[in-house]
């Protein structure tokens, strides 16, 4: 059986990656098998490009630039991680995907979102994921989270990757709300598969309706964890 593919999208510090965590945490425990990834990442190419896109001492990057380093990172990642991992069952969390470059390129640049939709069916042959979870957060109390952590982190030496404080979190606040306007659109087009989530919640209380949803998406997909 195919396995569950589950990806997590929100604006910056709306601690879509500390969710991604704890369902995973769930989900191991049921002794099922599960990969954490994230886009752009996940691979060793991957990796090379977020460095040039996210790093904030990167020189500047024309946003049709941006957009096909977004998509050749996604391209290795689907090929390499996504397919073989949900071909043998595991269940894949990943932190952003493709409705990340909608909301950030798209609405956020400005971009045509139709181009990069054919762009995104390019780069993941299709593959979409079966469910997708979107913490909905206030964009500068998004960023005040933060510019906090990396504050935290200036002050102790370390770099954490908690922390957002990168060259996409430096953009205006008012990118950052046409972003999270693009989100809302996105998911009132995708009800099905989209789950908003309000992000100023408690953790735990986030967490179990994300368990919630994800129990749901199994009973649905006659796929047992345990």
Same mark, same amino acid.
């Given at each position: 059986?195919?396995?569950? @593919? ?7 510090? !709306? ?11 769930? =989900?191991?425990? &049921? ?14 190419? +991957?990796?090379? =490009? ?19 380093? #977004? ?15 949900? !071909? ?15 909301? #950030?390129?798209? @609405? ?12 995104? $069916? @390019?780069?993941?042959?299709?593959l979409a994921p ?24 200036? &002050?102790?030496?370390l770099s954490t990757? !908690? ?11 008012? @990118?950052?709300?046409? *972003?999270?306007?693009? #989100? ?8 099905? $598969? *989209?789950?908003?989530?309000?992000? +100023?919640?408690?953790? =735990? ?14 009973? $649905?997909?006659?796929?047992?964890? &345990?």
């Amino acid at each position: 059986m195919r396995g569950i @593919f589950v990806t997590f999208e929100g604006g910056e510090g !709306s601690g879509k990656t500390t969710q991604l965590k704890l369902l995973a945490k769930r =989900i191991r425990t &049921s002794g099922k098998e599960v990969i954490e990834t994230r886009d752009p990442g996940g691979t060793a190419i +991957g990796k090379e =490009i977020r460095t040039l896109l996210l790093h904030p001492g990167s020189v500047p990057i024309d946003a049709a630039t941006e957009l096909l380093l #977004y998509e050749a990172s996604r391209a290795q990642l689907v090929r390499e991680l996504i397919v073989p991992t949900l !071909s043998r069952g595991a269940v894949v969390l990943c932190d952003r995907f493709t409705d990340s470059t909608l909301a #950030y390129q798209g @609405f956020g640049r400005g971009l045509d979102l139709n181009l990069i939709r054919r762009l995104n $069916r @390019f780069a993941t042959d299709g593959l979409a994921p079966d469910l997708t979870v979107l913490l909905d957060l206030d964009p500068g109390i998004g960023l005040t989270r933060c510019r906090r952590g990396a504050s935290a982190d200036a &002050s102790t030496g370390l770099s954490t990757e !908690s922390s957002c404080w990168d060259r996409i979190e430096a953009e205006p606040l008012d @990118f950052h709300q046409r *972003i999270r306007e693009g #989100y809302r659109t996105l998911a009132r087009e995708n009800p099905d $598969r *989209i789950t908003v989530i309000d992000a +100023g919640l408690g953790m =735990i209380e986030i967490e179990m309706i994300v368990w919630n949803q994800f129990t749901r998406l199994q009973d $649905r997909s006659g796929y047992a964890i &345990s």
